[in-house]
């Protein structure tokens, strides 16, 4: 089977916890392909502890041509893990949901939103999902 699409995945090099090296995210997209995944949106954490998004952004443009280079038959998307601590359930205006380059610039992103106005806010007191 192939097909697959994969939405958290620590792929792009040297920005978080996942792959340390250029070489280790070709290895990862490798075995990811192998898999029967076809498509990738590696989610670096969206926190300040981690790279800024000016350096995941160009870690994605040098992985999308790495890939390419080495023929490894798998596209990537943008995507980011973000925290759901209180500055960020707090509401849109709080604290941005951040993507690759930023969900205001995707429509939205998937980020937590709050509810539609009119819905009342789930009994666990968290924010719906997008999608």
Same mark, same amino acid.
């Given at each position: 089977?192939?097909?697959?699409?994969?939405?958290?995945?620590?792929?792009?090099?040297? #920005?978080?916890?996942?792959?340390?090296? !250029?070489?280790? &995210? @070709? +290895?990862? =997209? %490798?075995?990811?392909?192998? $898999? *029967?995944?076809?498509?990738?949106?590696?989610?670096?954490?969206?926190?300040?502890?981690?790279?800024?998004?000016?350096? #995941?952004?160009?870690?994605?443009?040098? !992985?999308?041509? &790495? @890939? +390419?280079? =080495? %023929?490894?038959?798998?596209? $990537? *998307?943008?995507?980011?893990?973000?925290?759901?601590?209180?500055?960020?359930?707090?509401?849109?205006?709080?604290?941005?949901?951040?993507?690759?380059?930023?969900?205001?610039?995707?429509?939205?992103?998937?980020?937590?939103?709050?509810?539609?106005? *009119?819905?009342?806010?789930?009994?666990?007191?968290?924010?719906?999902?997008?999608?």
């Amino acid at each position: 089977m192939s097909g697959f699409v994969d939405l958290h995945c620590h792929l792009l090099p040297a #920005v978080d916890d996942g792959a340390r090296t !250029l070489e280790d &995210a @070709l +290895e990862m =997209a %490798r075995a990811l392909v192998d $898999l *029967g995944f076809s498509t990738v949106a590696p989610s670096p954490h969206a926190r300040p502890e981690y790279a800024p998004v000016d350096v #995941v952004e160009a870690r994605l443009v040098e !992985l999308k041509a &790495a @890939l +390419e280079q =080495a %023929r490894i038959p798998l596209s $990537l *998307g943008r995507n980011a893990e973000n925290i759901l601590d209180d500055a960020f359930l707090r509401g849109p205006c709080a604290r941005t949901p951040r993507t690759a380059r930023g969900a205001e610039e995707q429509g939205g992103g998937g980020g937590i939103r709050p509810p539609p106005p *009119g819905q009342p806010v789930p009994p666990s007191g968290r924010r719906v999902a997008g999608v």
